[in-house]
Nanobody, 123 residues
Framework: VQLVESGGGSVQPGRSQKLSCVVS???????IGWFRHAPGKEHEYVSY????????FYSDAVQGRFTISRNTAKNEVYLQMNSLTPGDTADYFC??????????????????WGRGTQVTVSS
């Protein structure tokens, strides 16, 4: 199983950026999510999709600004990030949870991770 993120980089506040995550080696999983980790902070849940239902969820920090989407045919997931702020600066990771859970926002429950892509929001 491999997850590969891309799309990170430097962006000015207020601008947009789109991250991609290509998944290989697995096609059936309960949820796929985006998490982020900023220096000196805990891992933070950003968004996830329940794959069977197609429902998407967001943390309060990104609700209304970020959109998660999935291309089932390509086995890819995306994170469209709008109205970025310096507080969004972090390494962003996609991750898979294979088995059902009642708390898919908990990053430690995810078993397959990509290496991450860095997003820096700065003027």
């Amino acid at each position: 199983v491999q997850l590969v993120e891309s799309g990170g980089g430097s962006v000015q506040p207020g601008r947009s950026q789109k991250l991609s995550c290509v998944v290989s080696g697995i096609s059936d999983y309960y949820s796929i999510g985006w998490f982020r980790h900023a220096p000196g902070k805990e891992h933070e849940y950003v968004s996830y999709i329940l794959t069977n239902l197609g429902w998407d969820f967001y943390s309060d920090a990104v609700q209304g600004r970020f959109t998660i989407s999935r291309n089932t045919a390509k086995n890819e997931v995306y994170l469209q990030m709008n109205s970025l702020t310096p507080g969004d600066t972090a390494d962003y990771f996609c991750a898979i949870r294979e088995r059902p859970t009642t708390t898919p926002e908990i990053y430690s429950l995810y078993t397959k991770w990509g290496r991450g892509t860095q997003v820096t929001v700065s003027s």
